[in-house]
Protein backbone atom coordinates (compact mmCIF):
# COMPACT_ATOMS: atom_id res chain seq x y z
CA UNK A 1 0.00 0.00 0.00
CA UNK A 2 3.20 2.19 0.72
CA UNK A 3 4.28 1.70 -2.81
CA UNK A 4 1.24 2.94 -4.29
CA UNK A 5 0.85 5.58 -2.24
CA UNK A 6 4.10 7.15 -3.03
CA UNK A 7 3.87 6.62 -6.55
CA UNK A 8 0.56 7.99 -6.99
CA UNK A 9 1.51 10.75 -5.56
CA UNK A 10 4.64 11.70 -7.18
CA UNK A 11 2.66 11.22 -10.96
CA UNK A 12 0.15 13.69 -9.42
CA UNK A 13 2.45 15.96 -8.14
CA UNK A 14 3.91 16.04 -11.42
CA UNK A 15 0.91 16.76 -13.46
CA UNK A 16 -0.42 19.18 -10.93
CA UNK A 17 1.91 20.80 -8.28
CA UNK A 18 1.35 22.19 -5.24
CA UNK A 19 1.44 25.75 -5.42
CA UNK A 20 3.18 28.31 -3.29
CA UNK A 21 0.60 29.69 -0.70
CA UNK A 22 -1.69 26.85 -0.50
CA UNK A 23 -4.07 26.42 2.72
CA UNK A 24 -2.37 23.67 3.96
CA UNK A 25 0.82 25.38 4.49
CA UNK A 26 -0.76 28.69 5.30
CA UNK A 27 -2.59 26.51 7.86
CA UNK A 28 0.78 25.01 9.16
CA UNK A 29 1.87 28.55 9.61
CA UNK A 30 -1.30 29.61 11.94
CA UNK A 31 -0.83 26.52 13.49
CA UNK A 32 3.04 27.32 14.51
CA UNK A 33 1.90 30.97 15.81
CA UNK A 34 -1.09 29.72 17.66
CA UNK A 35 1.35 27.34 19.38
CA UNK A 36 4.04 29.27 20.47
CA UNK A 37 1.97 32.23 21.35
CA UNK A 38 -0.44 30.11 23.98
CA UNK A 39 2.24 28.06 25.37
CA UNK A 40 5.74 29.75 25.18
CA UNK A 41 6.51 30.98 28.48
CA UNK A 42 10.84 31.03 28.13
CA UNK A 43 11.35 27.92 29.80
CA UNK A 44 13.29 25.08 28.36
CA UNK A 45 10.61 22.55 29.41
CA UNK A 46 8.24 24.96 27.80
CA UNK A 47 10.00 24.69 24.46
CA UNK A 48 9.61 21.14 24.02
CA UNK A 49 5.65 21.74 25.13
CA UNK A 50 5.32 24.19 22.44
CA UNK A 51 7.75 21.67 20.13
CA UNK A 52 5.21 18.66 20.85
CA UNK A 53 1.68 20.34 20.16
CA UNK A 54 3.13 21.91 16.79
CA UNK A 55 5.01 18.82 15.22
CA UNK A 56 3.16 15.87 17.70
CA UNK A 57 -0.83 16.50 17.00
CA UNK A 58 -0.55 17.29 13.25
CA UNK A 59 1.11 13.57 12.99
CA UNK A 60 -1.36 12.22 15.44
CA UNK A 61 -4.52 13.35 13.50
CA UNK A 62 -2.70 11.95 10.42
CA UNK A 63 -2.77 8.65 11.88
CA UNK A 64 -5.73 8.65 13.98
CA UNK A 65 -7.40 9.59 10.22
CA UNK A 66 -5.64 6.59 8.45
CA UNK A 67 -6.99 4.44 11.10
CA UNK A 68 -10.54 5.15 11.38
CA UNK A 69 -10.68 5.22 7.60
CA UNK A 70 -8.56 1.76 7.38
CA UNK A 71 -11.55 0.44 9.88
CA UNK A 72 -14.45 1.71 8.62
CA UNK A 73 -14.03 2.05 4.85
CA UNK A 74 -11.08 -0.52 4.19
CA UNK A 75 -7.79 -0.12 2.90
CA UNK A 76 -8.50 1.09 -0.81
CA UNK A 77 -9.26 4.70 1.34
CA UNK A 78 -6.56 4.58 3.80
CA UNK A 79 -4.15 4.63 0.89
CA UNK A 80 -6.18 7.65 -0.06
CA UNK A 81 -5.56 9.37 2.31
CA UNK A 82 -1.37 8.40 2.79
CA UNK A 83 -1.22 9.34 -1.00
CA UNK A 84 -2.77 12.62 0.08
CA UNK A 85 -0.96 14.09 2.51
CA UNK A 86 2.03 13.00 0.68
CA UNK A 87 1.45 14.83 -2.16
CA UNK A 88 1.61 18.26 0.18
CA UNK A 89 4.16 16.63 1.84
CA UNK A 90 6.41 15.83 -1.37
CA UNK A 91 7.53 18.93 -3.41
CA UNK A 92 9.48 18.08 -6.11
CA UNK A 93 7.88 20.58 -8.55
CA UNK A 94 8.25 23.30 -5.81
CA UNK A 95 11.69 23.46 -6.31
CA UNK A 96 12.43 21.95 -9.71
CA UNK A 97 11.47 24.64 -11.15
CA UNK A 98 13.66 26.92 -9.68
CA UNK A 99 16.67 25.05 -10.92
CA UNK A 100 16.18 24.40 -14.08
CA UNK A 101 15.43 28.36 -15.08
CA UNK A 102 19.14 28.81 -13.56
CA UNK A 103 20.52 25.88 -15.39
CA UNK A 104 18.84 27.61 -18.78
CA UNK A 105 20.58 30.73 -17.83
CA UNK A 106 23.79 29.14 -17.20
CA UNK A 107 23.17 27.73 -20.58
CA UNK A 108 22.32 31.04 -21.98
CA UNK A 109 26.02 32.57 -20.50
CA UNK A 110 23.54 35.13 -18.67
CA UNK A 111 25.09 34.73 -15.12
CA UNK A 112 23.53 37.73 -13.77
CA UNK A 113 19.86 36.16 -14.85
CA UNK A 114 20.82 32.99 -12.98
CA UNK A 115 22.49 34.92 -9.64
CA UNK A 116 19.07 36.87 -9.28
CA UNK A 117 17.46 33.89 -10.60
CA UNK A 118 19.18 31.89 -7.39
CA UNK A 119 18.59 35.25 -4.88
CA UNK A 120 14.91 34.84 -5.29
CA UNK A 121 14.50 30.97 -4.62
CA UNK A 122 16.83 31.42 -1.35
CA UNK A 123 15.04 34.41 -0.82
CA UNK A 124 18.69 35.72 -0.02
CA UNK A 125 20.98 38.43 -0.61
CA UNK A 126 23.67 37.32 -3.08
CA UNK A 127 26.79 38.25 -3.64
CA UNK A 128 28.28 38.56 -6.78
CA UNK A 129 30.37 34.92 -7.20
CA UNK A 130 32.10 34.29 -9.79
CA UNK A 131 31.07 31.00 -12.38
CA UNK A 132 32.41 28.29 -10.62
CA UNK A 133 31.18 29.62 -7.07
CA UNK A 134 27.80 29.86 -8.70
CA UNK A 135 27.39 26.74 -9.89
CA UNK A 136 28.77 25.14 -6.88
CA UNK A 137 25.76 27.21 -4.47
CA UNK A 138 23.48 25.79 -7.21
CA UNK A 139 24.57 22.24 -6.55
CA UNK A 140 24.07 22.29 -2.68
CA UNK A 141 21.34 24.06 -2.22
CA UNK A 142 19.39 21.79 -4.96
CA UNK A 143 20.31 18.58 -4.14
CA UNK A 144 19.61 19.94 0.17
CA UNK A 145 16.06 20.43 -1.68
CA UNK A 146 15.74 17.22 -3.06
CA UNK A 147 16.08 15.79 0.23
CA UNK A 148 14.32 17.76 2.54
CA UNK A 149 11.34 17.65 0.12
CA UNK A 150 11.56 14.17 -1.25
CA UNK A 151 14.26 11.78 0.25
CA UNK A 152 13.34 12.87 4.08
CA UNK A 153 9.60 12.51 3.40
CA UNK A 154 9.81 9.21 1.95
CA UNK A 155 12.19 7.70 4.50
CA UNK A 156 10.30 8.79 7.64
CA UNK A 157 6.69 7.55 5.72
CA UNK A 158 8.21 4.11 4.48
CA UNK A 159 9.81 3.21 8.04
CA UNK A 160 6.22 4.58 10.08
CA UNK A 161 4.23 3.47 7.46
CA UNK A 162 5.61 -0.63 8.04
CA UNK A 163 4.87 0.11 11.77
CA UNK A 164 1.30 0.90 10.41
CA UNK A 165 1.43 4.35 11.57
CA UNK A 166 0.38 5.26 7.61
CA UNK A 167 1.58 9.02 6.64
CA UNK A 168 2.42 9.85 10.54
CA UNK A 169 5.83 9.91 9.17
CA UNK A 170 5.86 12.63 5.99
CA UNK A 171 3.57 15.07 8.63
CA UNK A 172 6.10 14.53 11.01
CA UNK A 173 9.33 15.04 9.08
CA UNK A 174 7.81 18.29 7.20
CA UNK A 175 6.21 19.71 9.92
CA UNK A 176 9.51 19.30 12.27
CA UNK A 177 11.42 20.92 9.39
CA UNK A 178 9.18 23.94 8.71
CA UNK A 179 8.86 24.79 12.49
CA UNK A 180 12.58 24.76 12.82
CA UNK A 181 12.51 27.04 10.34
CA UNK A 182 10.05 29.44 10.94
CA UNK A 183 10.66 29.72 14.50
CA UNK A 184 13.96 31.00 13.44
CA UNK A 185 12.39 33.56 11.37
CA UNK A 186 9.81 34.69 13.71
CA UNK A 187 12.29 35.18 16.40
CA UNK A 188 14.08 37.84 14.35
CA UNK A 189 10.85 39.29 14.22
CA UNK A 190 9.97 41.89 16.87
CA UNK A 191 6.61 41.73 16.36
CA UNK A 192 6.17 38.02 16.79
CA UNK A 193 9.11 37.12 19.20
CA UNK A 194 9.61 33.20 19.70
CA UNK A 195 11.54 32.51 23.12
CA UNK A 196 15.17 30.64 22.22
CA UNK A 197 14.12 27.99 24.00
CA UNK A 198 11.25 27.55 21.49
CA UNK A 199 13.51 27.53 18.89
CA UNK A 200 16.59 25.12 20.68
CA UNK A 201 13.78 22.57 20.79
CA UNK A 202 12.75 23.13 17.27
CA UNK A 203 16.37 23.11 16.15
CA UNK A 204 17.69 19.77 18.19
CA UNK A 205 14.59 18.14 17.53
CA UNK A 206 15.00 18.60 13.24
CA UNK A 207 18.92 17.15 13.82
CA UNK A 208 17.71 14.07 15.73
CA UNK A 209 14.70 13.83 13.46
CA UNK A 210 16.82 14.36 10.22
CA UNK A 211 19.53 11.99 11.30
CA UNK A 212 18.47 9.26 9.88
CA UNK A 213 16.86 10.39 6.01
CA UNK A 214 20.06 12.30 5.83
CA UNK A 215 22.71 9.14 6.09
CA UNK A 216 19.51 7.13 3.67
CA UNK A 217 20.18 10.61 1.14
CA UNK A 218 23.57 10.23 0.57
CA UNK A 219 23.38 6.47 0.74
CA UNK A 220 20.89 6.75 -2.26
CA UNK A 221 23.43 9.12 -3.68
CA UNK A 222 26.14 6.60 -3.24
CA UNK A 223 24.43 3.59 -4.81
CA UNK A 224 23.53 5.59 -8.18
CA UNK A 225 26.82 7.39 -8.15
CA UNK A 226 30.54 6.85 -7.78
CA UNK A 227 29.99 4.48 -4.41
CA UNK A 228 33.81 4.55 -3.57
CA UNK A 229 34.18 7.78 -3.92
CA UNK A 230 31.20 8.97 -2.27
CA UNK A 231 31.26 7.03 1.03
CA UNK A 232 35.32 7.91 1.34
CA UNK A 233 34.04 11.65 1.30
CA UNK A 234 31.19 10.72 3.30
CA UNK A 235 33.81 9.32 6.00
CA UNK A 236 35.91 12.38 5.84
CA UNK A 237 32.82 14.60 6.64
CA UNK A 238 31.96 12.91 9.88
CA UNK A 239 35.74 12.52 10.93
CA UNK A 240 36.03 16.60 10.39
CA UNK A 241 32.47 17.76 11.35
CA UNK A 242 30.78 14.83 12.95
CA UNK A 243 26.83 15.51 13.53
CA UNK A 244 25.84 17.43 10.93
CA UNK A 245 23.20 16.26 8.82
CA UNK A 246 23.71 18.98 5.68
CA UNK A 247 27.49 17.77 5.38
CA UNK A 248 26.95 14.27 5.23
CA UNK A 249 24.90 14.88 2.17
CA UNK A 250 27.03 17.20 0.52
CA UNK A 251 29.64 15.19 1.15
CA UNK A 252 28.49 11.74 -0.73
CA UNK A 253 26.89 14.36 -3.52
CA UNK A 254 30.83 15.62 -3.96
CA UNK A 255 32.49 12.28 -4.34
CA UNK A 256 29.22 10.34 -6.22
CA UNK A 257 29.71 12.90 -9.36
CA UNK A 258 33.17 13.45 -8.63
CA UNK A 259 32.72 17.33 -7.71
CA UNK A 260 34.16 19.77 -5.39
CA UNK A 261 31.98 21.29 -3.18
CA UNK A 262 31.73 22.99 0.18
CA UNK A 263 31.26 26.92 1.57
CA UNK A 264 28.71 27.26 -1.91
CA UNK A 265 25.84 27.44 0.56
CA UNK A 266 27.57 29.55 3.48
CA UNK A 267 28.99 31.96 0.55
CA UNK A 268 25.43 33.09 0.08
CA UNK A 269 24.95 36.02 2.11
CA UNK A 270 22.31 37.91 4.75
CA UNK A 271 18.36 36.26 4.92
CA UNK A 272 15.60 38.13 4.21
CA UNK A 273 13.24 34.73 4.28
CA UNK A 274 9.70 35.62 4.95
CA UNK A 275 7.40 33.34 6.62
CA UNK A 276 5.85 31.95 3.42
CA UNK A 277 9.42 30.95 2.55
CA UNK A 278 9.09 27.06 1.24
CA UNK A 279 12.99 26.66 1.05
CA UNK A 280 15.91 26.15 3.22
CA UNK A 281 16.62 28.84 5.64
CA UNK A 282 18.59 31.55 3.62
CA UNK A 283 20.96 31.45 6.81
CA UNK A 284 21.36 28.16 6.91
CA UNK A 285 24.78 26.31 5.58
CA UNK A 286 26.32 23.00 6.30
CA UNK A 287 30.27 22.39 7.83
CA UNK A 288 31.22 20.93 4.37
CA UNK A 289 34.23 21.55 2.92
CA UNK A 290 35.43 19.14 -0.30
CA UNK A 291 38.86 19.81 -1.14
CA UNK A 292 38.74 16.91 -4.02
CA UNK A 293 37.24 16.43 -7.28
CA UNK A 294 36.55 18.63 -9.98
CA UNK A 295 35.77 22.38 -10.15
CA UNK A 296 32.01 22.97 -10.72
CA UNK A 297 30.77 23.72 -13.97
CA UNK A 298 27.36 24.41 -15.65
CA UNK A 299 27.45 20.48 -17.19
CA UNK A 300 27.37 18.85 -13.36
CA UNK A 301 23.79 20.37 -12.72
CA UNK A 302 22.47 17.88 -15.44
CA UNK A 303 24.61 14.90 -13.16
CA UNK A 304 22.50 16.63 -10.07
CA UNK A 305 19.39 15.78 -11.51
CA UNK A 306 20.58 12.39 -13.00
CA UNK A 307 21.70 11.48 -9.49
CA UNK A 308 18.46 12.53 -7.92
CA UNK A 309 16.19 10.80 -10.46
CA UNK A 310 18.16 7.82 -10.44
CA UNK A 311 18.44 7.61 -6.57
CA UNK A 312 14.37 8.07 -6.55
CA UNK A 313 13.80 5.16 -9.15
CA UNK A 314 16.15 2.77 -7.19
CA UNK A 315 14.03 4.11 -3.53
CA UNK A 316 10.89 3.39 -5.85
CA UNK A 317 12.07 -0.20 -6.86
CA UNK A 318 12.89 -1.40 -3.55
CA UNK A 319 9.74 -0.17 -2.01
CA UNK A 320 7.84 -2.42 -4.83
CA UNK A 321 9.80 -5.13 -4.66
CA UNK A 322 9.34 -5.52 -0.76
CA UNK A 323 5.81 -4.54 -1.49
CA UNK A 324 5.39 -7.41 -3.89
CA UNK A 325 7.16 -9.54 -1.27
CA UNK A 326 4.86 -9.20 1.22
CA UNK A 327 1.52 -9.45 -1.24
CA UNK A 328 3.15 -12.60 -2.63
CA UNK A 329 4.11 -13.65 1.67
Known amino acids: MSFFAILFALLLEQVRPLPRGNPVHAALRRWARWCNRNFDAGRANHGWIVWSLAVGWPSLLAFAIHVLLSDLLGWPFAALWSAALLYVTLGFRQFSHHFTDIRDALDAGDEDRARELLAQWRQADIREPPRGELVRCVIEYSVLQAHRHVFGVLAWYSVLAAFGLGPAGAVLYRSSEFVSRYWRYQGTVAQQPVSEAVQAAAAEAWRVIDWFPARITALGFAVVGSF ?26 AGAINVRLGDGVAKAPVSRAGPGQSDL ?17 PAYLAQVVGLVWRSVVMWLVLLALLTLARLLG
Do not use: H, K, Y
Not at 238 to 244: I, L
Not at 281 to 297: K, L, V
Open 281 to 297: DAGEAADFISNQGREPE
Open 228 to 253: EEAIDSWRNQVQRFPGDNDGVILAAT
